[in-house]
């Protein structure tokens, strides 16, 4: 009993005699068009790709990243600023002027406001400590319908988890490093 191509088992020991397809006929495309060769096919595909691949002006990208990421670090010069002249000293300066930055971001996230100026200003949104910031409220934000556990707890480093782990051993690896060059008294 052939059980191999051009049968089809129909569950009670019976099999199905079906057509073998044969290769050498023409292949039909899904709109009914024969399809003559492969190089007019990849050409083809390779014109639907340019026309739905957007295109992108690299130096006005640029010139909004540098928009957005500076106003980002204008605002939080002015904290810091604001910091020093309410008589504290630069260290607690820097940590309010990193807090504050952080609490505008998730807030600006929990309002949907974050993703436009992100979109709008690429790079210049996503490198600051905001961009962090965001990339640990949304997939919480996101995935809080799924609960405290199995939602926000298990997906709220999903885009920034990579970030953290990558930048942890990374530092591991250069403290490693400069705990050999001082064994071998190359550092001092």
């Given amino acids: 009993m052939n059980r191999g191509q051009g049968s089809e088992w129909l569950g009670t020991g019976v099999f199905k005699k079906t057509p073998v397809p044969n290769h050498s006929q023409p292949k039909i495309s899904p709109k009914g068009g024969i399809i003559v060769d492969k190089q007019k096919q990849q050409q083809a595909y390779e014109n639907y790709v340019k026309q739905k691949t957007p295109m992108h002006n690299l130096p006005a990208n640029m010139a909004k990243a ?3 990421g500076g106003i980002i670090c204008v605002i939080g010069q002015a904290i810091l600023n604001y910091c020093e002249k309410a008589g504290l000293d630069k260290d607690t300066s820097a940590g309010w002027t990193s807090l504050i930055l952080i609490l505008l971001s998730v807030l600006l996230t929990g309002f949907n406001l974050y993703p436009s100026i992100a979109k709008w200003g690429g790079a ?6 905001t961009g962090f910031a965001n990339s640990v409220a949304a997939p919480a934000i996101e995935y809080k319908k799924e609960g405290q556990v199995m939602g926000i707890g298990c ?4 885009i920034a988890g990579p970030v953290i782990l990558y930048g942890i051993f990374t530092s591991w690896l250069i403290g490693l490093g400069y705990w050999v060059l001082k064994l071998a008294d190359i550092v001092k």
């Fill in 66 to 68: 540098f928009v957005v």
């Fill in 124 to 129: 210049g949104a996503l490198v600051p400590i």
């Fill in 155 to 158: 997906k709220i480093f999903t």
